[in-house]
């Protein structure tokens, strides 16, 4: 059985959504994540976007093999504004592998239909690449790290757009200078990787994964970025062992919805950090 795979399309209209329906019959691992939004929602909207994260989470909870490999692709016309876009990587930048329809198929159903169908056989093996990253070497990529909390001038470009438009020899070759420059200037203390504060994140041992639900945090947003990264599936319960070489942390971290959390107080040696930024233990009531 393939992996499954997610594909959602923002700010469809009813006869758009419907007519994206026949993509369930020509591939048999997609899940179809379509929500039909009305005139004045349709395109990269507020209420598309809040539809669309809340109807993928509803299809996630109820596949039951959430710790299995599977792909998340999410669609939608380019936008006339770099604002538009900048509101769907808020949502879905961290976690999905975003492709962009070319804007001269806005109202034009069947055409965008068969764009999205002719591309996807060619995006699965970009995705695959992503997947080997943050599967297969997760405690030595760059891809994997928890975007928030582990402060690099070498993982800003992580936070844009920088898939767009490669091949898989041009994927191949980014992903390869991107954890080259990131293994040379965050060395740290045995298999771990230091960032500009001199927090050391250690990847945990594959016993350390067990037992974590899968994906974890309670947002939407957040539930959806605890299961996949670019597009691709994160190995279940993997996370960080965040230390710090001056004992007791004294840092503010970011949980996965962003809100700040002073560790000082906590008088805390260690946290554990995932992917997408939930932290444990909870902050104490």
């Not at 598309?48 to 959430?66: N, T």
């Not at 990529?141 to 041009?170: C, G, I, M, T």
């Not at 946290?271 to 104490?284: E, K, Q, T, W």
Request: aromatic share 10%; net charge positive; glycine share 6%.
């Amino acid at each position: 059985m393939k992996p499954p795979h997610f594909l959602v399309f923002i700010g469809a209209g009813a006869a758009l959504a419907n007519e994206l329906s026949v993509l369930r019959s020509q591939f048999q691992d997609t899940i179809l994540v379509a929500p039909a939004v009305g005139t004045s929602e349709k395109g990269l909207t507020k209420a598309a976007l809040a539809r669309a994260l809340a109807a993928l989470v509803r299809e996630m909870k109820a596949y039951s093999r959430l710790v299995e490999p599977a792909r998340l692709t999410v669609w939608s016309y380019e936008p006339n504004q770099e604002v538009d876009f900048k509101s769907l990587w808020d949502v879905f930048g961290k976690a999905a592998w975003i492709e962009l329809i070319p804007r001269r198929l806005v109202h034009k159903d069947r055409p965008t239909r068969l764009h999205i169908q002719e591309r996807v056989p060619r995006l699965l093996p970009l995705i695959h690449l992503i997947g080997h990253s943050i599967y297969n070497e997760r405690k030595t990529s760059s891809l994997v790290l928890p975007l928030r909390n582990f402060k690099s001038k070498f993982l800003q470009p992580l936070d844009e757009f920088w898939y767009r438009d490669h091949d898989v020899d041009a994927l191949r070759r980014s992903i390869d200078a991107s954890n080259s420059r990131f293994r040379q200037h965050h060395r740290g203390v045995g298999a771990g990787h230091q960032d500009s504060r001199r927090l050391l994140f250690k990847g945990a041992r594959d016993e350390e994964c067990h037992g974590q639900a899968h994906p974890i945090g309670d947002a939407e947003r957040c539930f959806v970025e605890g299961r996949f990264r670019f597009g691709a599936a994160l190995f279940p319960g993997f996370h960080f062992d965040v230390t710090s070489n001056l004992g007791t942390l004294n840092c503010t971290l970011y949980d996965c919805q962003d809100a700040p959390r002073d560790m000082w107080p906590e008088r805390r040696q260690y946290v554990n950090i995932f992917p997408n930024d939930h932290i444990l233990p909870a902050r104490a009531q």
